[in-house]
């Protein structure tokens, strides 16, 4: 049971099929990730951008994360990111619905598009220097 | 009697954040010099409408300082709210009681709760409080408010889905884009914020964040705003007022 429960755990932490059949586009998914107000991952994350003084320190370095992680890892952890950390701070940038009160421009809206997540994603994955 | 003093120490070591910290610590070097002298401190200007505020006597009614002489007589008030209002037993915070006393013993439309007048007698009110330890009232009607407070404050909320507990107890400190996450402390309000180029109350506070966290915000006069500030208060037990506070 427990043997079960750990296994499917491990297996949920890649999502390997992409999301949309129009591949992602690495240079939209920069400017998604650099741009404040359309990713939010800086609030969080510090990444290889400009202006590091404006990057947050609540979560792991985005350099090297295409070396660290397959681009099914890195889709999971957008989609999903509480099926590796149950206690994870950081959003389901699919999740559409859930929310306690959302506000009211966002009810029902997850914070990507499912073509924006795989930008994300086929970005990242070119970060392959620490 | 090692043990009783340790048991001591325990019972009187207070809720989550032992030893509070105030968000005056993580403003920078110019912002804590601009809060220490009061004729740098812009928030000065509300404390200097307030005090004009308390002697005008509404029209038809008695002013402030009819009923309560000078504002000095105000010292430690600011200190202790949100407060039970002895008359009902309703939870308010100081807004709320200046609104009580509007009301009930000046005869007088209630002011916006935001408004420039309410934000001046609240920084009056509030200097004569300053350096003294935040202390509320946990016993009686405040003990459910401030439970459900704390309740509110580990909640996750808004698209993004964190709970104010998540950025202000285990993240404080670390920074949020480029702004330092303080603990979150309610012991400078009003406060002049530098990015609000004004002063604003705790409530205006608090909708920031959950604004920032895509949340719909509460109204300033919702009783889960009243819960959050009481929580906010009991959590920074201690720590000395501070109002008008300065951040960036």
């Known amino acids: 049971m427990l043997a079960l429960a750990l296994s499917s755990a491990a297996a949920a932490q890649t999502m390997d099929v992409p999301l949309t059949a129009v591949p992602g586009e690495p240079v939209r998914g920069r400017a998604i990730v650099t741009t404040r107000p359309l990713g939010l991952c800086l609030l969080c994350h510090a990444g290889p951008f400009p202006d590091r003084h404006l990057h947050g320190s609540i979560a ?71 | 009697m090692r043990a009783a003093a340790l048991l001591a120490l325990l019972l009187f070591a207070g809720p989550a954040v032992a030893q509070p910290r105030s968000g005056y610590w993580d403003a920078g070097p110019q912002v804590r010099a601009m809060q220490d002298d009061d004729t740098a401190n812009p928030g000065f200007l509300w404390v200097e409408q307030g005090r004009a505020a308390w002697q005008a006597p509404p029209p038809g009614g008695k002013a402030c300082a009819g009923c309560h002489g000078d504002i000095a007589a105000m010292r430690g008030v600011a200190a202790r709210y949100p407060a039970a209002d002895p008359a009902s037993g309703a939870p308010v915070d100081l807004a709320g009681r200046i609104n009580l ?14 408004g420039a007048e309410m934000l001046a007698l609240a920084a009056a009110i509030g200097v004569e409080s300053r350096g003294l330890p935040q202390r509320i009232a946990t016993d009686g009607p405040m003990a459910s408010v401030i439970a459900r407070g704390e309740a509110l404050f580990r909640t996750r909320m808004g698209q993004l889905n964190l709970s104010c507990a998540q950025c202000h107890e285990a993240r404080a400190g670390a920074r949020l884009g480029g702004a330092v996450i303080p603990e979150g402390h309610a012991n400078a309000y009003p406060e002049y914020r530098l990015e609000w180029q004004t002063i604003g109350s705790l409530a205006r506070r608090i909708r920031a964040c959950l604004t920032g966290v895509r949340a719909e915000p509460f109204a300033a006069d919702a009783p889960e705003m009243l819960e959050l500030e009481a929580w906010l208060a009991l959590r920074g037990a201690g720590l000395p007022m501070e109002t008008p506070g300065v951040r960036p």
């Open chain 2, 101 to 114: 006393c509007r009301a009930v013993n000046q005869s007088a439309p209630k002011l916006a709760r935001e």
């Open chain 1, 60 to 130: 792991p370095d985005l350099a090297g994360v295409g070396a660290r992680l397959t681009p099914g890892e890195i889709r999971m952890r957008l989609v999903d990111p509480a099926a590796s950390n149950p206690e994870s701070i950081m959003p389901s940038y699919r999740r559409a619905a859930g929310a306690l009160r959302p506000g009211r421009a966002f009810q029902g809206k997850p914070i990507l598009s499912d073509q924006a997540i795989e930008d994300v994603v086929a970005f990242l994955a070119t970060l392959k220097e620490e």
